[in-house]
Nanobody, 120 residues
Framework: QVQLVESGGGLVQAGGSLRLSCAAS?????????MNWYRQAPGKQRELVAT???????DYTDSVKGRFTISRDNAKNTVYLQMNSLKPEDTANYYC?????????????WGQGTQVTVSS
């Protein structure tokens, strides 16, 4: 079994920055493939914000391009989301998601979520 633990959310004024972290840990050895950040605002569907492959290739939803940067540290089993120039519309609960292979099975794991609130 693998657990994902997120940190770094909070309240920030528009134009400010936050950095989210999500670390995976578990008893068994495992291999992490893609790492992703999703967000869900009240009354809205969960949306994919950023993704990064094991090799470091990344992609972003249009609304955050140029403002957010996803990165990963494979040695620490950790993914980061640096969020700059934050806007009130970025307010949401942010979730990390990882595709993790344990033995011969790959499945999705989710963090507990961390709230990001951007005030105008």
């Amino acid at each position: 079994q693998v657990q994902l633990v997120e940190s770094g959310g909070g309240l920030v004024q528009a134009g400010g920055s936050l950095r989210l972290s999500c670390a995976a840990s578990g008893r068994s050895s495992f291999r992490i493939n893609d790492m992703n950040w999703y967000r869900q605002a009240p009354g809205k569907q969960r949306e994919l914000v950023a993704t990064i492959t094991r090799g470091g290739a990344s992609d972003y939803t249009d609304s955050v391009k140029g403002r957010f940067t996803i990165s990963r540290d494979n040695a620490k089993n950790t993914v980061y989301l640096q969020m700059n120039s934050l806007k009130p519309e970025d307010t949401a609960n942010y979730y990390c998601n990882m595709a993790i292979k344990v033995l011969i099975t790959t499945q999705d794991y989710w963090g507990q979520g961390t709230q990001v609130t951007v005030s105008s």
